[in-house]
């Protein structure tokens, strides 16, 4: 299984970006998929999650401005991010714990928001 992330980009303060996940390989189903990100000189951060019910929860940080959503039909999960901050500035990493069993990352997408 690989996950292949894309969406990232150079934002102003204010503006929006859409990330992607998409899967691939021996894929039956998922259990829970989420988004981390690491800023430069920090540990990596859990963002948001989807759960199989499709419950979704958010860091703090985010909430209210990040709204994670997904495509099981292909096997795709997405992160829109609207009203960004110079602080979203980091390294997004998408999550898959998939069914038969493991977990995945996705390589990255850099996200920089500045003017």
């Known amino acids: 299984v690989q996950l292949q992330a894309s969406g990232g980009g150079l934002v102003q303060p204010g503006g929006s970006l859409r990330l992607s996940c998409v899967g691939s390989?021996?894929?039956?189903?998922?259990?829970?998929m989420a988004w981390y990100r690491q800023a430069p000189g920090k540990q990596r951060e859990w963002v948001a999650r989807?759960?199989?019910?499709?419950?979704?929860n958010y860091a703090d940080s985010v909430k209210g401005r990040f709204t994670i959503s997904r495509d099981i039909t292909k096997n795709t999960v997405y992160l829109q991010m609207n009203s960004l901050k110079p602080e979203d500035t980091a390294v997004y990493y998408c999550?898959?714990?998939?069914?038969?069993?493991?977990?995945?990352w996705g390589q990255g997408t850099q996200v920089t928001v500045s003017s």
């Open positions: 999550y898959m714990n998939i069914l038969p069993g493991g977990e995945y």
């Open positions: 989807i759960v199989p019910g499709g419950s979704t």
């Open positions: 390989g021996t894929i039956f189903g998922f259990k829970d």
